[in-house]
């Protein structure tokens, strides 16, 4: 047997610790105000070197050449550590690796094709911690059976088709395919790393589950899973039960939750898709709808356990948890810094229990329920967000925006600070949109470009909202009983542009404590796209803006509207402006209808078309507040107007 040697190139190892910071500035890495927090241990980089021993299997003769294995009924026992080759079939045996636990045991995949049918098909039972290397150019497969013989009936382990009590680390270029006929795919029961290899995985159950963390530093990863798709679920040690994604490509379609941290979730690079729970079509606005688990129609897509009856009323999922359908979610923390994600969940698409931070990255979300929800406290600092279809779309009890470009769109509240937790379904899942009305809720506007297109309120606290600068543009709802702003406490506003159009039922103003003038503008009811214009006593433009949606309400507030100058309002025309997301900027406005034109003497002035009604009176705290769904629209398009947004 001809003898290689097989090197793989070494993966650096992940940052000790990365923190999630507030930023009041355009630049988010010149954070100052510590927010959150997450440590992560950085695995060590791994290789393989010169081959010990090599096992070429067969279901007739298992060759072995070298020391330190058992052959006993196609089981193959690998009892000392070192570096193990092996290659060849195995229709029906297995491999255990019972090494010495203060020893490292490295496993060379070379074109190997093994399949158990009553118990796990790679089973570690001890070893400091057991290296699986992809040889490059292999294809590699490991496949178990759909039921398991136990020794000890009082446990069900192994419960995967590779299986590790200890640590589990996956190098290599080559591939590998992994069936989980029974539960579980992948799973260790310490760390769980995968450094590269072009892996796909199937499973009933969880596809990669390491219980104190998993790690992914690159690789091209496909998962599908009837259970999670990437989880860590260890519930005693706060240090652990941690998700980290540092590179890679990951394709996962997910029955439930797409992953799962059960402390922190980090991720800080990588191209990532998630679709979980059959995503945003499986959703359902009668929250009293049972049809969730059979997966929008996907269900010959997502793997189910032997026997298993996907009903709503039966929990089918065997771990711990009660069954969500999250995209990415965390018990403690998730902190994105980087990355590209693409999320289609029929439950949120990002959950975070406490507290989440977004720093930097590109994120599209398709929702059944929220974009993105968290329970204590929401904080972006910069990225692209993009949720295109929502429940609600932003929510949290406090939600600060630093920086970053932000679309919603929302079939009832576009953003919605308020306080308690949520369960967060729209399928009639227990704990759905359970989230309390409080007055301690609050959102703080510091800049970024945000574009709200809301069925019901399109910014809604249930305390304050503050804005200090940055631009936010509000298409709100249609009907009366919700509002472009809605807040209990109040709205100060002391900096950057604020654009809110919608129904005259529920108007809301800024606070007349804001040191930033605004102006309530009411209109005859106006056809979607019409353009309203308003200009200072010299005719210069201070806004042209078209709103996506039918309205009779738009709430201006601007640095340009100056304390003592009369403003002029139109409504029709054109403009040869640039347009985005309905802002017109440049260009020159060709008049329509005069609806009126007032001065301003206070931090509030109304201007109001004959005949219609201002909506002035309504600008008070405690705006009437809807739960109207309507029709979900898709997000308008719009081109940044500040290069520095990231």
Same mark, same amino acid.
């Given at each position: 047997m001809n003898k290689r040697l097989i090197s793989i190139i070494s993966i650096f190892s992940l940052c000790v610790s990365i923190t999630g910071c507030s930023n009041k500035s355009n630049d988010s890495s010149s954070n100052s105000t510590k927010n959150s927090q997450i440590t992560t241990t950085s695995p060590k980089s791994e290789s393989i070197g010169d081959i010990d021993t090599y096992i070429k299997l067969s279901d007739d003769n298992t060759a072995v050449e070298g020391e330190g294995v058992t052959i006993e009924n196609n089981i193959i026992t690998i009892t000392n550590a070192g570096t193990y080759s092996i290659s060849g079939s195995l229709s029906n045996g297995q491999i255990i690796i019972n090494t010495n636990k203060e020893e490292k045991t490295y496993i060379l995949l070379d074109d190997a094709n093994i399949t158990c049918s009553n118990s796990a098909a790679i089973n570690v039972i001890s070893s400091k911690k057991t290296v699986i290397a992809l040889a490059d150019g292999t294809e590699n497969y490991i496949k178990d059976g759909t039921e398991y013989v136990f020794e000890d009936e009082t446990t069900d382990e192994p419960n995967a088709a590779i299986f590790s009590k200890e640590d589990l680390t996956f190098i290599g270029t080559g591939s590998l395919e992994v069936s989980g006929n029974y539960d579980r795919a992948i799973v260790s029961k310490d760390d769980l790393v995968i450094q590269n290899g072009n892996i796909n995985v199937t499973s009933v159950g969880d596809a990669l589950r390491g219980k104190d963390s998993v790690v992914v530093t690159g690789g091209?990863?496909?998962?599908? $899973?009837?259970?999670?798709?990437?989880?860590?679920?260890? #519930?005693?040690?706060?240090?652990?039960?941690?998700?980290?994604?540092?590179?890679?490509?990951?394709?996962?379609? $997910?029955?439930?939750?797409?992953? @799962?941290?059960?402390?922190?979730t980090l991720i800080k690079d990588g191209d990532i898709k998630i679709s979980s729970g059959g995503g945003s079509a499986n959703s359902s606005s009668d929250k009293n709808n049972q049809e969730w688990g059979n997966w929008g129609g996907r269900s010959d897509q997502i793997p189910k356990r032997p026997n298993e009856q996907t009903t709503p009323t039966e929990n089918t999922d065997t771990s711990e948890e009660s069954t969500s359908a999250k995209g990415i979610k965390a018990g403690v923390n998730i902190t994105i810094d980087g990355g590209t994600m693409d999320i289609d969940s029929s439950d949120d698409s990002i959950h975070s229990n406490d507290s989440l931070v977004i720093n930097s990255g590109t994120i599209n979300m398709s929702s059944g329920d929220d974009g993105i929800h968290s329970d204590s406290t929401l904080e972006i600092n910069g990225g692209n967000i993009n949720v295109t279809k929502s429940y609600e779309g932003i929510e949290s009890e406090v939600i600060t925006i630093n920086y970053g470009k932000i679309h919603v769109v929302a079939s009832d509240d576009g953003m919605n600070a308020a306080g308690g937790n949520d369960g967060s379904s729209t399928n009639g899942r227990p704990g759905q949109n359970n989230f309390d009305s409080e007055d301690n809720g609050a959102i703080n506007i510091n800049g970024g470009y945000i574009v709200v297109d809301a069925d019901g309120d399109g910014i809604d606290s249930n305390g304050n909202i503050e804005m200090n600068d940055g631009v936010v543009i509000v298409n709100g709802p249609t009907n009366g009983g919700n509002g472009a702003l809605d807040y209990d406490g109040r709205f100060n506003i002391s900096g950057g542009t604020l654009v809110a159009?919608?129904?005259?039922?529920?108007?809301? #103003?800024?606070?007349?404590?804001?040191?930033?003038?605004?102006?309530?503008?009411?209109?005859?009811?106006?056809?979607?796209?019409?353009?309203?214009?308003?200009?200072?006593?010299?005719?210069?433009?201070?806004? #042209?803006? $078209?709103?996506?949606?039918?309205?009779?309400?738009?709430?201006?507030?601007?640095?340009? %509207?100056?304390?003592?100058?009369?403003?002029?309002?139109?409504?029709?025309? !054109? !403009?040869?402006?640039? @347009?985005?997301?309905?802002?017109?900027?440049?260009?020159?406005?060709?008049?329509?209808?005069?609806?009126?034109?007032?001065?301003?003497?206070?931090? %509030?002035?109304?201007? $109001?078309?004959?005949?219609? !009604?201002?909506?002035?009176?309504?600008?008070?705290?405690?705006?009437?507040?809807g739960g109207n769904k309507g029709n979900i629209q898709s997000a308008p398009q719009s081109n940044v107007r500040n290069e520095n947004i990231q």
């Open positions: 091209n990863i496909t998962i599908n $899973a009837g259970g999670d798709g990437i989880k860590s679920n260890n #519930t005693e040690d706060t240090s652990k039960g941690y998700v980290s994604i540092e590179g890679g490509k990951l394709d996962i379609t $997910a029955g439930q939750d797409g992953i @799962q941290g059960e402390t922190n159009s919608g129904s005259l039922g529920m108007v809301q #103003t800024p606070s007349d404590s804001s040191s930033q003038n605004s102006l309530n503008i009411s209109v005859s009811q106006q056809g979607a796209n019409s353009i309203i214009h308003v200009e200072d006593e010299s005719g210069n433009d201070v806004l #042209t803006f $078209a709103p996506s949606k039918n309205y009779q309400s738009i709430v201006v507030s601007s640095p340009e %509207i100056k304390s003592n100058s009369t403003y002029k309002v139109y409504v029709g025309g !054109s !403009s040869t402006g640039t @347009q985005s997301d309905g802002l017109y900027s440049g260009g020159t406005y060709s008049k329509g209808n005069e609806v009126g034109s007032s001065t301003v003497s206070s931090s %509030i002035t109304s201007i $109001a078309q004959d005949g219609v !009604s201002s909506g002035e009176s309504m600008g008070m705290p405690g705006g009437g507040r």
